[in-house]
């Protein structure tokens, strides 16, 4: 079956697209962000004008705002197939990661080993190889360096008793492949170690089943995924358990307030609720059903692609039949040649747009705001269960 992407529907969902002062401009603002959808904005100027309190008293505005605040934990819990007081809010995926890493600091003996990869961002990255600094010891997980891509072989070879920790990305901001999360969690399982997967560069091309991915913590930035700026981050009941309060003591025995040190942003959580309203708004016509399906995986997809895509040609030599469709990468060399076979493109700046990435400097990754000019048709995958 094919389906035609709503391009209008799409776009009315995010003021910026009619917004006088952006028309005629295209974005190449490397992982900038996505742009608003609507029933944020509307959430966000709604908390801010009258629920601005402090939330969970017993007045009206404070009760409302308490109340906003976790309906959306519950339903990005939801769409994410995970316990409701196992997803929290932080500044950034970046500070949720550095609080993390505190955590494990705390929890981990000197002499357990941590694995980071090569294809990862700096958030997922460096707070953990700073865990040398504590005794930890520290192995890298390196890509193949002619496809780019983790190999399953590779992390094996790295792995044993004592592992304790395996970072990775779900999908790479640089090469644009979607790494096999279950496997690689069951792996890392297999010898007592859990597993930081990090989300951003995928979040907002669906939101994944955690649950059915099996990582214990899966972190995403909702400023990219058409939210506010927060970093959203889910770990599992078990190892939360496990982990060192690093919140306020008397939050200690809170699951979601643990890895919060500071008060949360009330408004920007609350406003968050409106990413599950866009989810549930369907761009495609016949997509209406919750993130839980493919289906509505996939409007998320298109409609990531009419809002944030990471466009190029496909580096990798190798196959990458499980690459996220809108993510692609490009040599730096290739970049001229890329852009001049949009007719539409050629004539923007470069200035700005190509971004050294990963650690030899030689790879482009590029992600540009579009106005989705045309109609998009898209074959929707079968539906997965919605249990
Ligand atoms: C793949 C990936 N991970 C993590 C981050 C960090 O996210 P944040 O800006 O929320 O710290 C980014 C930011 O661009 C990213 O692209």
């Not at 690093?246 to 809170?254: G, M």
Request: charged share 20%.
């Amino acid at each position: 079956m094919t389906a035609k992407l709503d391009v209008d529907f799409v776009r009315s969902q995010f003021p910026a697209f009619s917004e006088p002062s952006l028309q005629g401009q295209a974005f190449f603002e490397n992982a900038g962000g996505s742009y608003t959808c609507r029933q944020v904005i509307d959430r966000l100027h709604r908390f801010y004008t009258e629920r601005k309190v402090q939330p969970y008293g017993r007045y009206a505005a404070s009760a409302a705002g308490g109340a906003e605040m976790d309906e959306a934990r519950a339903r990005l819990a939801a769409l994410m197939n995970v316990e409701t007081d196992e997803l929290s809010f932080g500044p950034s995926t970046s500070q949720n990661t550095y609080v993390l890493a505190q955590a494990f600091a705390d929890t981990l003996s000197p002499g357990d080993a941590v694995i980071v990869t090569d294809q990862d961002h700096e958030a997922n990255s460096g707070a953990w190889r700073r865990l040398e600094n504590r005794g930890m010891e520290i192995r890298e997980w390196r890509i193949n360096p002619e496809s780019g891509q983790l190999e399953l072989d590779s992390l094996a070879a790295i792995l044993d008793d004592k592992v304790k920790l395996v970072c990775f990305p779900h999908c790479s901001n640089v090469v644009g492949q979607e790494n096999p999360v279950a496997q690689i969690a069951a792996m890392a399982h297999d010898v007592g170690a859990v597993t930081c997967c990090d989300g951003v560069s995928y979040a907002p091309h669906g939101l994944p089943d955690v649950g059915a991915l099996g990582t214990d913590i899966y972190l995403f930035s909702s400023y990219k995924t058409y939210g506010p700026h927060q970093g959203i981050m889910v770990v599992r009941r078990a190892l939360a358990d496990r982990l060192v309060n690093q919140a306020h003591f008397f939050n200690a025995d809170v699951r979601y307030k643990r890895l919060t040190p500071a008060g949360p942003d009330h408004a920007q959580i609350a406003a968050c609720a409106g990413m599950a309203d866009y989810i549930d708004a369907g761009p495609l016509p016949h997509c209406s059903a919750g993130m839980r399906t493919g289906c509505s995986r996939h409007c998320w997809t298109i409609s990531a692609a009419a809002t944030t895509p990471v466009f190029s040609a496909a580096r990798n030599s190798a196959p990458r039949p499980d690459a996220c469709p809108p993510s692609r990468c490009i040599r730096q060399s290739r970049l001229r040649r890329s852009r001049s076979r949009l007719p539409s493109m050629a004539s923007w700046p470069a200035r700005g747009i190509s971004t050294p990435c990963g650690r030899s400097g030689r790879w482009a990754a590029i992600r540009m705001q579009v106005c989705c000019g045309s109609a998009l048709c898209i074959t929707p995958p079968t539906p997965r269960s919605s249990s």
